[in-house]
């Protein structure tokens, strides 16, 4: 049995999903959405850290994805996401967890079967492949579809051989 987490980073909300993962199947442990509030960019950072922290110390996760930064389109925005993960990213790796990025795209490819997918058909997935009787907040759900994705990288590597590389950290 492993314990995985999937962590989807936002300045707003940032939204997280811890799985159980036996074999090839997965089931819900919890998933939420860290929101911040106020203005001031340093508190809300510090909110998300805080939050994950308490998330990774209840649930002591194995591993955690993390979905990689993209190209934004406004500067500031792009900016303010990178600090987010930096700050999820931190509190991940204060608590001695094993962290692996992926792209929007790796995600909905491994969740839905196509990367350009849509945000509804990625939370549907979701909702599906984890019996939920409704579909997640969209941040928890983006989160949750982390989770499962690298679920099945792992399972991935270790038909082909790579499990190792997996437990050392070597493949994002």
């Known amino acids: 049995m492993t314990i995985l987490m999937g962590i989807d980073p936002g300045s707003r909300h940032t939204g997280y999903g811890v799985i159980r993962h036996v074999g090839n199947r997965s089931t819900v442990v919890?998933?939420?959405?860290?929101?911040?509030?106020?203005?001031?960019?340093?508190?809300?950072?510090?909110?998300?850290?805080?939050?994950?922290?308490?998330?990774?110390?209840?649930?002591?996760?194995?591993?955690?994805?993390?979905?990689?930064?993209?190209?934004?389109?406004?500067?500031?925005?792009?900016?303010k996401l990178g600090q987010a993960r930096g700050a999820a990213?931190?509190?991940?790796?204060?608590?001695?967890?094993?962290v692996f990025e992926y792209s929007a795209r790796q995600v909905k490819q491994a969740v839905v079967g196509r990367g350009g997918a849509e945000k509804s058909q990625v939370a549907e997935m979701v909702r599906h492949l984890l019996k939920l009787e409704k579909r997640p907040q969209a941040d928890a759900a983006d989160a949750l579809a982390i989770a499962l994705c690298h679920a099945h990288m792992r399972v991935t590597l270790a038909r082909l051989g790579g499990a190792s590389a997996v437990r050392r950290g070597r493949v994002r």
């Open 89 to 98: 990213l931190t509190a991940v790796v204060q608590g001695g967890v094993p």
């Open 30 to 79: 919890d998933f939420g959405t860290i929101s911040t509030r106020g203005t001031e960019m340093a508190p809300r950072l510090g909110e998300i850290f805080a939050g994950l922290r308490e998330v990774i110390a209840l649930h002591r996760p194995d591993e955690v994805g993390i979905e990689k930064v993209f190209l934004a389109r406004n500067p500031d925005s792009a900016l």
